[in-house]
């Protein structure tokens, strides 16, 4: 399982990106994938989270509403798209994937242990 996290830059506040997720090595539309972030000093939270069998997806609180989850299963890609983007969204983002049973992706998205095969990470720098 191998995943590749890329999109991360410096933004302006109020600004959007878009981060990938490509995967390969396995079955992807098997799988959860999982975004999760740490900011310096900070504990990694998660961001969102979207199943494998029907794309059933979940945000947490503090992107809600400013982001969209999608993926591409022809693709092995995961799409993240971030918009009003604010200070406190810096750090570095992470894409992770796992074979999860159910389609509820908010128990698994809660606790990234559920989580067993992580990108590098992409860092988002969001300037005030």
């Known amino acids: 399982v191998q995943l590749q996290a890329s999109g991360g830059g410096l933004v302006q506040a109020g600004g959007s990106l878009k981060l990938s997720c490509a995967a390969s090595?396995?079955?992807?539309?098997?799988?959860?994938i999982g975004w999760f972030r740490q900011a310096p000093g900070k504990e990694r939270e998660e961001v969102s989270c979207i199943s494998g069998s029907d794309s059933n997806t979940y945000y947490a609180d503090s992107v809600k509403g400013r982001a969209t989850l999608s993926r591409d299963d022809a693709k092995n890609t995961v799409f993240l798209q971030i918009t009003g983007l604010k200070p406190e969204d810096t750090a570095v983002y992470f894409c992770?994937?796992?074979?999860?049973?159910?389609?509820?992706?908010?128990?698994?998205?809660?606790?990234?242990?559920?989580?067993?095969?992580w990108g590098q990470g992409t860092l988002v720098t969001v300037s005030s």
């Open positions: 090595g396995f079955t992807f539309d098997d799988y959860f």
């Open positions: 992770a994937a796992e074979q999860l049973p159910g389609s509820g992706p908010r128990l698994y998205c809660s606790d990234s242990k559920h989580f067993l095969h």
